[in-house]
């Protein structure tokens, strides 16, 4: 009897030792957060453009080909689209993509610039195409798009097209309702911008512009240098903005809406009617800067 009592005796001062050893003994320590794996930029102007040829180049591949879920994948959550019809998020527009029927494009007198962790693309696009059974223009027309390295590859965080079928369509709402404040956010920040130049406070206006900043409206493909210009000889109407959406990833803001703003530069003159408008902006509150702009509006 004496020997099993010890025995029992030494199990429980054992198993009472363990226990609070387990208990003193410190936690493993979490497994490090792995580092974001830094964008692979070109080293040249000419690469840049390379690489912005191949993700435009790709992306209406996979239009034509139908591959709806590679375009899905190579899109950003954020992502936001405007055409002549309104303004789509990443899940509407692949809807609406799925309606268009395209056979070809053609891309032409495309380039890209690095706007800090952005890709801005400027280009024209012939695409042969029908949506609802309506044959689109197949002449050339203006696109923007702006990438982000995102998981290990380049993703579309904007996309704009101004290929404008016969019979301009009145702009729609937006095909989604995004972020209350977020959306408030963006349109003062399209509001400031944008009244600089309406109020032609040029100072203002060119210190919001980042240098590798690309504008695409109906005259074409736009740089820096000719937004300065435009901003110092047109006279602007204050801008009336409704149905702003503002998506964010990073220090990238997407503000789509639907923008009246009167222009008129020498004999040339831009109606004050709705139209979609896009701003894809740098940074926040009064600090942001412009990367990209579309302008859907044009001359009667």
């Known amino acids: 009897m004496r020997t099993a009592a010890l025995a029992i005796a030494s199990l429980f001062s054992l198993a009472f030792a363990s226990q609070c050893f387990a208990q003193a003994a410190p936690a493993a320590a979490p497994p490090a957060a792995k580092a974001a794996e830094p964008a692979p930029w070109p080293k040249d102007a000419a690469a840049l453009d390379s690489l912005g040829a191949k993700l435009v180049e790709g992306f209406f591949r996979r239009i034509v080909a ?40 053609n891309v032409t007198e495309l380039h890209a610039t690095r706007a800090g962790d952005a890709l801005v693309v400027t280009c024209q696009v012939q695409a042969d195409s029908t949506r609802d059974g309506q044959k689109l223009p ?11 390295w995102s998981d290990g590859e380049w993703r579309m965080a904007a996309w704009a097209a101004l290929n404008m079928p ?117 940074g926040t509150g009064a600090s942001a800067k412009v990367i990209a702009l579309a302008n859907t509006n044009r001359p009667k």
């Open 66 to 105: 139908k591959d709806w879920a590679a375009i899905d994948a190579a899109s950003l959550p954020t992502l936001q689209r405007i055409g002549f019809e309104g303004a789509f998020d990443r899940a509407s527009n692949l809807e609406s993509l799925k309606e268009v029927a395209m056979t070809s494009a």
């Open 138 to 148: 197949k002449s050339a027309a203006s696109r923007l798009g702006v990438w982000q």
């Open 166 to 282: 016969a019979v301009r369509p009145v702009p729609g709402k937006p095909r989604f309702a995004g972020d209350e404040a977020l959306n408030k956010e963006g349109a003062e920040m399209v509001s400031r911008f944008l009244g600089a130049q309406h109020r032609k406070d040029l100072e203002a206006f060119d210190g919001m512009l980042t240098e590798g900043v690309q504008v695409v409206n109906f005259k074409g493909q736009k740089l820096r240098a000719d937004m300065i210009k435009g901003a110092k000889y047109a006279t602007c109407e204050a801008p009336s903005i409704v149905d702003a959406r503002a998506t964010r990833t990073g220090a990238i803001t997407v503000v789509t809406c639907n923008l009246s703003m009167g222009q008129k530069v020498g004999m040339e003159t831009l109606p004050a009617d709705p139209a979609p408008f896009m701003a894809v902006f740098q």
